[in-house]
């Protein structure tokens, strides 16, 4: 099965930026639509962002004008720049990979990554 690796994660303090990375180990990545979901400590996973194969970007309200997801088709990688972070950002982020058509559900996305943790403190 196609293996995603995130890395990127790590501590900041509130207001500072951190640049999560996703490698897929395939090589039809570009035919794919690629997301990032968070999951808090005793809460559920939830969706943050979307970039589909066209290029076409989705993000949850929370992190509209902080996050940007990017993708790069020949190292078959997807970014997500994360600006201006808050503790409510605090979470374990994994990058997903769907079908084209895939949106904000889990149930859409087949292949998913270990997971990176995000600290954001106060």
């Known amino acids: 099965q196609v293996q995603l690796v995130e890395s990127g994660g790590g501590l900041v303090q509130t207001g500072g930026s951190l640049r999560l990375s996703c490698k897929v180990s395939e090589t039809t990545f570009r035919n794919y639509t690629m997301a990032w979901f968070r999951q808090a400590p005793g809460k559920e996973r939830e969706f943050v962002t979307a970039i589909s194969s066209f290029g076409n970007t989705l993000y949850t309200d929370s992190v509209k004008g902080r996050f940007t997801i990017s993708r790069d088709d020949n190292k078959a990688t997807v970014y997500l720049q994360m600006n201006s972070l808050k503790p409510e950002d605090t979470a374990v982020y994994y990058c997903?990979?769907?079908?084209?058509?895939?949106?904000?559900?889990?149930?859409?996305?087949?292949?998913w990554g270990q997971g990176t943790q995000v600290t954001v403190s106060s």
């Open positions: 997903a990979r769907g079908r084209p058509g895939s949106s904000r559900f889990e149930n859409e996305y087949g292949s």
